[in-house]
């Protein structure tokens, strides 16, 4: 069974930095477009960021200048930079594929707060 395991999430003070993993078993990321979802307290899932399979990338707008979203086919990780860290960037970020046609079970993600 695939299972998606998300790392890297802390506590950070507002303006800091964080570097997200995700990785995966049974699963190999190189052909699939990948993205990282987050979900704040007491809302949806929302698409923070994509990488399609020829490495373009795609941003949110208030992400956008800020996060930086990567992937290492040869380690088989996806990786998300999270720098000048805002409050509103609280909540917990999963890693997905980004069409929802091969779209996995989502993992217990990782939880990123800031504070003010």
């Known amino acids: 069974q695939v299972q998606l395991v998300e790392s890297g999430g802390g506590l950070v003070q507002a303006g800091g930095s964080l570097r997200l993993s995700c990785a995966a078993t049974e699963f190999t990321f190189s052909t699939k477009g990948m993205g990282w979802y987050r979900q704040a307290p007491g809302k949806q899932r929302d698409l923070v960021a994509y990488?399609?399979?020829?490495?373009?990338?795609n941003y949110k707008e208030s992400v956008k200048g800020r996060f930086t979203i990567s992937r290492d086919n040869a380690k088989n990780t996806l990786n998300l930079l999270l720098n000048n860290l805002k409050p509103e960037d609280t909540g917990a970020y999963f890693c997905n594929t980004f069409g929802v046609w091969d779209r996995l079970p989502w993992g217990q993600g990782t939880q990123v707060t800031v504070s003010s």
């Open positions: 990488i399609n399979k020829d490495g373009t990338t």
